[in-house]
């Protein structure tokens, strides 16, 4: 039972880089976020999906792009990365619709862009 | 600015209780959640609690929430070094709304 997993876990990037962190679960949850951890400001929510082929914006979205073409996998994109998308991130995945769902999370990826 | 908000620190001596504080701003919220961050590790869901309730208990924690102020709080009893971590509260509506969480140390 694999739950939520995200890869990479530790990444560097150079400015103007694009790179894509992967996200899979395998609970057939229809609801899956994005998150990102920063010292101070807890987790913020930068795009979420409700299943697949919807998407939305959270908190947060400038810089990244999502897509969530299974139920499985909810891929993170950053088109060109900059010094402030340093940060952990965080994927998290949920049922749907019902009130008192666990929010399952991976372990997180590391980001450094230098 | 966050809906969720917290104090980002509380320091306990082992086998006192510890009292974390959580106010929310969105009274729709139907369900309120805590949520053990340990380092180097995603988050953990550690108790919830339904918006009709105000108090749930689950051994050595306790949940308060008052409504009318939008206050939760977490209690947990004689604390352990085993409990230090970062403790979230959420909010729950369509999506999850974090605090920015509190660490909590436990010195022996």
Known sequence: NAGVTQTPKFQVLKTGQSMTLQCAQDMNHEYMSWYRQDPGMGLR?????????????????????????????FPLRL??????????????????????????????????VV | ???????????????????????????????LYWYKQEPGAGLQLLTYIFSNMDMKQDQRLTVLLNKKDKHLSLRIADTQTGDSAIYFCAESLNDMRFGAGTRLTVKP
């Open chain 1, 45 to 73: 929510l930068i795009h979420y999906s409700v299943g697949a082929g919807i998407t939305d914006q959270g908190e947060v979205p400038n810089g990244y792009n999502v897509s969530r073409s299974t139920t499985e996998d």
């Open chain 1, 79 to 112: 088109l060109s990365a900059a010094p402030s998308q340093t940060s952990v991130y965080f994927c998290a995945s949920r049922l749907f619709g019902v009130g008192d769902t666990e929010a399952f999370f991976g372990q997180g990826t590391r980001l450094t």
């Open chain 2, 1 to 31: 600015g966050e809906d969720v908000e917290q104090s980002l620190f509380l320091s306990v001596r082992e086998g006192d209780s510890s009292v974390i504080n959580c106010t929310y701003t969105d009274s729709s919220s139907t369900y």
